[in-house]
């Protein structure tokens, strides 16, 4: 619609579009109890989430007293050989999602995910759960290399140039993710369900919303 602000939206995926933490977490205490260490509760693993797996698994093992570098990398192997195997048994799109993306589409808009997974999981999940086709792009933590990954500001300027240019939002759950909207200087909105480190309304967002439905009419009203 020619009233719409915004030619391309870009999203976070895990705690944004998908309810990710309990293959995350099972992912992580895979390791965990391989490395000798206790499992984590499930439902804290969403505290976990943000900075990508290398940043998730080490602060579960700091939080049980650290381990030798050579021994973190081999847990890390491990634990993204599980997810490898593991990324969509308990995913699911957050209520709303899917629906939301369409009317977006509808209205012509181009959609991105901007995500700090690696590229290839963040596109096997959106496959697995059949929402794959209505993203334009998909820039993972490890598109563009070392130091390029949220919260530096390009992949979303990645995302704007590989959906074509035009006027960018971008929607987030943590301060990752804000702070790489901020950092490129595009209207940035949190979403107060997801995995945030922070509390959503002190991240700086130009908006905060609670569900996805409240997503397009927060957009227009920027
Ligand atoms: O997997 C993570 O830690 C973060 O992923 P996200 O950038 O999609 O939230
Ligand atoms: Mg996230």
Redesign the pocket.
């Known amino acids: 619609m020619a009233d719409f602000q915004f030619d391309i939206v870009a999203f976070?995926?895990?705690?944004?579009l998908?309810e990710?933490h309990r293959d995350?977490g099972t992912a992580v205490n895979h390791a965990l109890t391989l490395g000798g260490f206790l499992a984590v509760p499930i439902e804290s693993a969403t505290d976990?989430?943000?900075?990508?797996?290398k940043?998730?698994l080490r602060r579960a093992i700091d939080d049980q007293g650290g381990c030798e570098d050579g021994r973190f990398r081999e847990l890390y192997k491990a634990m993204l050989a599980y997810y490898g195997k593991h990324f969509a048994d308990h995913t699911q799109p957050f209520p709303g999602a899917v629906d939301m993306l369409d009317t977006l589409r509808g209205r012509g808009v181009r959609l991105a995910?901007?995500?700090?997974?690696f590229e290839e999981f963040?596109r096997g999940v959106l496959k697995a759960l059949d929402m794959h086709d209505r993203f334009d792009c998909v820039i993972g933590?490890d598109t563009l290399g070392k130091g390029r990954?949220?919260p530096a500001p390009d992949p979303i300027w990645e995302a704007r140039e590989r959906c074509g240019g035009g006027r960018i939002a971008f929607v987030?759950?943590?301060s990752?993710?804000v702070r790489a909207g901020r950092a490129a200087g595009v209207p940035t909105i949190a979403v107060t369900f997801?995995?945030h480190d922070l509390h959503p309304h002190e991240m700086g967002a130009d908006a905060v919303i609670d569900s996805l439905p409240e997503l397009i009419p927060a957009l227009e009203s920027l």
């Open positions: 976070d995926l895990d705690g944004t998908l990710t995350l976990l989430i943000g900075g990508g797996a940043i998730m995910v901007v995500t700090n997974k963040a933590g990954a949220k987030g759950d943590s990752y993710d997801g995995y």
